[in-house]
């Protein structure tokens, strides 16, 4: 049987869901299982997203909690966390999650067990990544909603699933049921925020997952 392995740009499938008008909270477990197919072993996800830093933004890293822990708790997930900094103007910017993304994924290929990378990204610097990724040789599977296709990406890839298909085949199972509460969005981790953190009040937030497969 073979063995395939997720990695998740979590930032930019958060953007896709809400571009998608689809749920947010998202079974990442289901999700890498859907991806792998019943004829294929899923060996590993690795998820990958950014996070505040307590010591100054104690209030947005706190909102990121719940998710974080979650995710920790899901089986057959790791969690690849870069910062969140803030920059001149009181916003804050990822730092260092497109390094630790590209770095995993070769890291990875190299000295993992498994044959397949199915990779969760539109964005097409990881193009030349991918390639590194296939002269390692292993098989590239670039996941893709239907309304971004970049070129490159699938240039660099063996093949393509269509994430629009898959998330609504098995969309019983990858979004759960959103718990009764005041704002019940979960990958709350994805947002960044407009102003500075403050004691007083959580500053707001902006927004921040027939045949399947097709050979490009």
């Not at 998820?47 to 089986?75: C, G, I, V, W």
């Not at 995993?104 to 190299?110: H, K």
């Not at 390639?131 to 699938?154: A, H, N, W, Y």
């Not at 969309?171 to 509460?181: G, L, M």
Request: include cysteine; proline fraction near 7%; charge should be neutral.
């Amino acid at each position: 049987m073979q063995k395939v392995a997720v990695f998740v740009d979590g930032s930019n499938f958060y953007f896709g869901l809400k571009r998608n008008n689809l749920p947010s909270r998202v079974d990442y477990h289901e999700l890498s299982k859907a991806l792998a197919g019943p004829n294929r072993e899923l060996v590993r996800t690795t998820y990958f997203n950014s996070a505040y830093d307590p010591e100054t933004a104690p209030e947005q890293a706190k909102s990121q909690n719940s998710f974080y822990d979650s995710l920790r708790h899901t089986p057959k997930l790791d969690l690849r966390l870069g910062k969140l900094v803030e920059i001149q103007d009181g916003n804050f910017r990822p730092k260092g999650e497109k390094p630790l993304f590209a770095a995993e994924l070769v890291y990875q290929s190299a000295s993992r067990d498994f044959e397949t990378a199915i990779v969760i990204t539109d964005d097409p610097e990881y193009a030349p990544v991918l390639e590194m990724v296939k002269e390692l040789g292993r098989s590239v599977e670039i996941c893709l909603f239907k309304d971004t296709q970049p070129s490159d990406l699938l240039k660099a890839s063996d093949r393509t699933i269509s994430l629009t298909d898959v998330l609504a085949k098995f969309s019983k199972k990858i979004f759960p049921a959103a718990e009764p509460e005041p704002d019940p969005e979960d990958n709350i981790g994805n947002r960044m925020t407009d102003k500075k953190p403050t004691k007083a009040k959580t500053p707001k937030s902006k927004g921040l997952l027939g045949n399947l497969f097709q050979d490009s």
